[in-house]
């Protein structure tokens, strides 16, 4: 069971709120996924206001591991806010089918998000009329709601938009490491910590 209050809340991805306790690095794609938009924004040619840049999900509130204060709505009896990241997220996503949300495992989760009203996907030729095509796809990949239809990054590298950038003889893949040590002679979980950053820390 890993950490459930894990990420910055503007790029936090949907199996995070919706408290999965296991998950992948897809939660990383994920944030790639809200920068990259974000870049988009930024092209002059989308004629997209100064004042309307930035984060693309801007929650003010994420349930339920940062819920709101004070009056909220009720979603199946579960508190949401107008603001809240969840909504924020399907404002733009559209409400998700029933395939987007398989990966949740909570009962409560479940009801929470099914709760939401029937929301259309926004249209991403409308919001980035300039931006490449293959931009636009590479952005529906990184922003999938359910992290297992989510792009992984070796996909993303063999992706069509990085055909003009990506040089294979640079790419190193790294291997995973097991970090072994007994738990038993140790006295404190800060002397666990250290012993793994000793050991690990600053290594290619």
């Not at 409308?126 to 992984?152: E, H, S, V, Y």
């Not at 291997?175 to 950053?197: A, Y």
Request: proline share 7%; net charge positive.
């Amino acid at each position: 069971q890993l950490t459930g209050h894990v990420t910055s809340r503007w790029y936090r991805p949907p199996e995070v709120i919706l408290i999965e306790r296991v998950y992948t690095t897809a939660i990383d794609m994920w944030g790639i996924g809200c920068i990259f938009a974000e870049l988009l924004n930024a092209i002059e040619a989308n004629k997209i206001p100064h004042h309307k840049r930035g984060a693309m999900f801007k929650g003010d509130s994420c349930f339920p591991l940062s819920p709101k204060v004070g009056n909220v709505n009720k979603l199946n009896g579960l508190p949401c806010s107008t603001h809240d990241q969840m909504n924020e997220i399907i404002k733009f996503l559209g409400t998700p089918q029933p395939g987007d949300t398989a990966f949740v495992s909570d009962e409560k989760a479940t009801e929470y998000i099914a709760g939401f009203p029937t929301v259309e996907r926004k249209d991403f030729t409308k919001l980035w009329p300039a931006a490449p095509k293959d931009a636009l796809n590479l952005l529906n990949g990184l922003l999938q709601f359910n992290p297992f239809k989510r792009i992984t990054a070796k996909e993303a590298l063999r992706h069509p938009y990085f055909k003009e950038l990506r040089d294979k003889s640079k790419e190193k893949e790294s291997k995973p490491k097991n970090l072994m040590c007994d738990i038993q002679d140790l006295g404190k979980i800060d002397d666990l910590t250290n012993q793994i950053l000793k050991k690990y820390a600053f290594k290619a």
